[in-house]
């Protein structure tokens, strides 16, 4: 399985921005979906960003994104690099979490944690307001 490094977190005020990357080490193609998922202390993981970085050429660059997003976070992929980027703007206190980047080769995962089988450690990205 790939090994997948976050970076990027840090701490901001409310109204900042972030640029996450997670380092992919073998082929971006092997997986079907990379993601961006989060967890705050007492809360369930949630999905963020998931991206099509593998399977069908037709479909490769889809983006999906959690409700809770409103048009503040993009999430894109260098393929050449390896790195998938998550670009969070407007950052609000809600936003304070662990973030995870995560890979999927079921083709119907879109954001399901349960179907992401491959997790980076982390990264923390904390909102003060």
């Known amino acids: 399985a790939s090994q997948l490094v976050e970076s990027g977190g840090g701490s901001v005020q409310a109204g900042g921005s972030l640029t996450l990357s997670c380092k992919i080490s073998?082929?971006?193609?092997?997986?079907?979906?990379t993601g961006w998922f989060r967890q705050a202390p007492g809360k369930e993981r949630e999905g963020v960003a998931c991206i099509r970085t593998g399977g069908s050429q037709l479909f490769i660059g889809n983006t999906f994104y959690g409700p809770f997003v409103g048009g503040r976070f993009t999430i894109s992929q260098d393929r050449p690099k390896k790195v998938v980027y998550l670009q969070l703007t407007n950052l609000k206190s809600d936003d304070a979490a662990m973030y995870y980047c995560?890979?999927?080769?079921?083709?119907?995962?879109?954001?399901?944690?349960?179907?992401?089988?491959?997790w980076g450690p982390g990264t923390q990205v904390t909102v003060s307001s």
């Open positions: 073998d082929d971006i193609n092997a997986n079907i979906y």
């Open positions: 995560a890979t999927s080769g079921y083709d119907g995962a879109n954001m399901r944690v349960r179907d992401y089988t491959n």
